[in-house]
């Protein structure tokens, strides 16, 4: 699965999170581009990622910090 | 797209003067590193049998900061495309690192456990393919967890924590721990499958078992970050 993230790196939040298949790989670049596009637009310096793995309980576990705050990412993973 | 395009494309993402037309050119560079990305993702995952998280393109900002803080040029950048692989512990890591070296004919091996990068410990694999770069990283689940951590840390206090700089409280702390994690994973190795008959005072002074170890490392970082009040609960 593809993982569309916009992340504000300076509050430490994820702004937007959007799930695209596989066979949908064109679908989720080209709305990363224009993600990116209209945040260059509106002068916003989020980051844009986009990032695939087996299931998205892989991508939280390989991208923590995307999705979870400092106190959480100490607690252990369930 | 020449080399010289491309790197005057970097020329104007370092000094922040991205346009449209400079984000759909950035765009067409990182894509076109994608038959080459897919076809290593595959090769790890078909004949190592590896979870991998993949990246097709690097962010923009990741590469505009990238640009600004090394004197490199965008053709330069190695890590462009790249995977991640989490492995439980050092031994894993070494037999990844190891099989990656024999699957692919080019990589170069960047050990970041021997030489840490401001307390950044992981293996990198870059393999060369068809003249792109590609990064594999391969961490250990405690190599992972002190990265993300640092990485949280630098987002929500000051991004160059990672390189060296900014507050020197929480540097010191993140240094402590990772050579905190280095010391235990050298342990654990050392060690691995019995339990040390004379533990070493890392591991004695932790409790000796490996996951009570992980646990105390936990407890470490929810203890500092609650000191530092860094979070916004």
């Known amino acids: ?78 | 797209m020449t080399k010289t395009q491309i790197d005057r494309l970097g020329e104007r993402l370092k000094m922040g003067q991205a346009t449209p037309e400079d984000l759909r050119m950035l765009d067409e560079f990182r894509r076109s590193f994608f038959p080459v990305y897919e076809k290593v993702i595959l090769t790890i995952e078909e004949q190592l049998k590896l979870k991998t998280t993949g990246r097709p393109a690097k962010s923009t900002t990741s590469i505009s900061d990238k640009l600004n803080r090394e004197s490199i040029r965008l053709t330069q950048i190695q890590d462009i495309t790249g995977c991640r692989v989490i492995v439980s512990n050092i031994s894993e890591q070494e037999k990844v690192v190891a099989e990656l070296s024999r699957i692919f004919p080019k990589v170069t091996v960047i050990d970041r456990r021997t030489t840490p990068s401001n307390g950044y410990r992981a293996v990198h694999v870059v393999v060369e393919s068809q003249g792109r770069l590609i990064e594999i990283q391969i961490r250990t689940s405690l190599q992972h967890l002190w990265a993300e951590v640092s990485e949280k840390f630098a987002d929500v206090t000051d991004p160059a924590i990672k390189y060296g700089k900014g507050s020197q409280e929480v540097r010191t702390v993140l240094n402590g721990m990772s050579e905190l994690v280095a010391s235990v994973e050298l342990d654990e190795q050392r060690f691995e499958g019995a339990p040390p008959k004379n533990p070493s005072s890392v591991l004695h002074g932790l409790g000796g078992e490996p996951e009570g170890i992980r646990e105390k490392v936990r407890k470490l970082l929810e203890s500092t970050i609650k000191r530092l009040a860094l979070d916004k609960e």
Not at chain 1, 45 to 72: C, I, M, N, P
């Open chain 1, 1 to 78: 699965m593809l993982f569309l993230i916009e992340y504000d790196r300076g509050g430490g939040e994820l702004v937007l999170f959007e799930k695209f298949d596989e066979s949908n790989r064109r679908n989720a670049e080209e709305a990363r581009l224009e993600l990116e596009l209209r945040l260059n637009r509106l002068g916003i310096g989020h980051e844009v990622v986009l990032l695939e793995a087996a299931t998205e309980s892989d991508l939280r576990q390989t991208h923590r910090r995307y999705f979870e705050t400092l106190t959480e990412l100490s607690r252990p993973q369930s």
